[in-house]
């Protein structure tokens, strides 16, 4: 089901997490403290928007990195109905794709639910001092999938390329001291998958 991030309360704190990585590392938020800018990237194995931008994404945390940027990914979908979203295949894609930023298997769904997460991609992208400075989409480009359109929301632009125009000119006015760019738009994507009864109230 396709679904809009939630537009939050910006300022609020990075909530804290400790989850394993693909090479089975305990990775928590403390260790990223020296970071001036930290992008939490809510993603999966399997969804069309993730795929999409994925090769953005990963060029994006390359070119940003020598500048400050730390990208964490995570992925909290529950596998039962979509097997290419468990932590074996987690694995694989970061290895496949030489991911140059550790990608985090939310296995309880706990940190999906701390950060207000709701589909895949969402972003959060977080200042020197943790507090939420954006939480938008990586750029208007979409995938051409066979969906519905969302009721009261334009097409979805499946004819653009993948820039990443919204993340950067956030990440530029973060890493200069900038106010964050204003509208912030939502990102879209699939829904995240719920554990039976885990499901909250937004989803």
């Not at 990775?27 to 953005?56: M, S």
């Not at 990608?103 to 207000?116: F, G, R």
């Not at 004819?159 to 204003?182: C, F, I, K, Y």
């Amino acid at each position: 089901m396709l679904r809009l991030s939630r537009q939050l309360d910006y300022g609020q704190p990075a909530p804290p997490f400790a989850l394993p990585d693909t090479d089975g590392r305990i990775r928590t938020l403390e260790e990223f403290a020296p970071a001036p800018a930290l992008l939490v990237a809510f993603i999966c194995n399997h969804c069309p928007f993730v795929l999409h931008l994925l090769d953005g994404l990963i060029g994006l945390a390359r070119e940003y990195e020598p500048k400050g940027l730390q990208v964490v990914a995570i992925s909290s979908n529950w596998p039962d109905e979509y097997p290419d979203d468990d932590y074996a295949h987690m694995q694989a894609l970061a290895a496949d794709r030489d991911f140059p930023f550790p990608y985090l298997h939310d296995e309880s769904q706990d940190v999906a639910l701390a950060y207000n997460a709701i589909c895949t991609p969402d972003f959060f992208l977080y200042d020197g001092e943790r507090r939420l400075y954006y939480a938008g989409q990586f750029d208007e480009s979409r995938p051409s999938i066979n969906r519905p359109p969302m009721p009261g929301m334009p097409p979805l632009r499946t004819d653009l390329p993948v820039t990443g125009d919204d993340m950067r000119a956030a990440l530029d006015a973060l890493l200069a001291g900038l106010p964050a760019p204003q509208p912030q738009r939502p990102s879209a994507g699939c829904s995240i998958k719920w554990r039976p009864g885990k499901d909250p109230s937004w989803a």
